[in-house]
């Protein structure tokens, strides 16, 4: 059974930082595709950033130089470092796996809050 669990949410004001983590199970982690993607009120969701097995990492342009994704194959982990919020960061942020074991697989997180307000 695969398990995402996020914490790392709440609360901050605008200038402010956040960590997020994902606790991943049930899937080869070191192999997988971790993401974090985010959705406000009445939008889509959206990419925020990818990890790669090998490391490299992507970002949506709106986040660049803000966050930092990272992984640790150790702990089965992934965490989005989150500086210099703006209030448009604020949504409900999901943690992502993606498995291509011969086929590909997609697995959420419940979501963590996160809001960006004086």
């Known amino acids: 059974q695969v398990q995402l669990v996020e914490s790392g949410g709440g609360l901050v004001q605008p200038g402010g930082s956040l960590r997020l983590s994902c606790a991943a199970s049930g899937i080869t982690f070191s192999l997988a595709r971790m993401g974090w993607y985010r959705q406000a009120p009445g939008k889509q969701r959206e990419l925020v950033a990818h990890?790669?097995?090998?490391?490299?990492?992507d970002y949506a342009d709106s986040v660049k130089g803000r966050f930092t994704i990272s992984r640790d194959n150790a702990k089965n982990r992934v965490d989005l470092q989150m500086n210099s919020l703006e209030p448009e960061d604020t949504a409900v942020y999901y943690c992502?796996?993606?498995?291509?074991?011969?086929?590909?697989?997609?697995?959420w997180g419940q979501g963590t809050q996160v809001t960006v307000s004086s």
């Open positions: 990890i790669y097995s090998s490391g490299y990492t």
């Open positions: 992502n796996a993606r498995t291509s074991l011969g086929v590909t697989l997609n697995y």
